[in-house]
């Protein structure tokens, strides 16, 4: 089928008066999603890296992959950044040092505070900054989601069950 440039014409307008109704449409992310997608996916990765037994920690699927507790520092590292984001800082994603951690007491403890701290910075901010731009934030928890679909993978390789496919009492 063969458009014309008037048919061509009339449907970007079309598309065009649509756009504000996208705009608004419910799975657009909201200020509220924002708070719980990045609360709900560093309570699954704090969840784990209390979980996951100790004598695991230095666990890797591949010998050039992270180590369980690696992973966790990285996750962790995303909140540091997010945060200090959030109170203007001009930062880049600096990677926290894993060597800095080395039982899994520190490295659950850095996830509570990273997750802790991140996500006061997050409930300081007003809705419509939100709503401007989900930035750093959507990124941080794209990231760390990504990297919790990895960690499901640690559970599996070592015979064990992620607390999230556990069945619920």
């Known amino acids: 089928m063969k458009i014309t440039r008037s048919g061509f014409l009339s449907l ?5 008066g649509c756009l504000p109704t996208f705009a608004q449409s419910p799975n657009r992310p909201t200020a509220q999603s924002v708070r719980a997608y990045f609360a709900s996916v560093n309570r699954k990765v704090l969840e784990m890296a209390k979980d996951f037994p100790a004598d695991k920690y230095e666990y ?30 001009n930062v880049k994603w600096d990677e926290l040092d894993p060597k800095d951690f080395k039982t899994k007491a520190e490295v659950v403890a850095l996830m ?10 997050l409930k300081s901010l007003p809705d419509e900054s939100l709503l401007k731009t989900g930035e750093p934030w959507m990124g941080v928890f ?13 559970y599996r390789a070592n015979g064990l069950i992620p607390p999230e496919s556990r069945p619920k009492k």
């Not at 970007?12 to 065009?16: K, Q, R, S, Y």
């Not at 591949?62 to 984001?85: D, Q």
């Not at 990504?146 to 993978?153: D, P, S, T, W």
Request: aromatic share 6%.
């Open 112 to 121: 509570e505070k990273s997750t802790a701290e991140a996500e006061a910075a």
């Open 142 to 154: 794209e990231h760390s989601a990504e990297h919790y679909g990895l960690l499901v993978a640690y």
């Open 60 to 89: 890797k699927l591949k010998p050039e992959m992270r180590t369980f507790a690696e992973l966790i520092v990285h996750i962790a590292s995303g909140n540091v950044y997010a945060a200090k984001a959030a109170h203007g800082e």
């Open 12 to 16: 970007a307008l079309l598309a065009a």
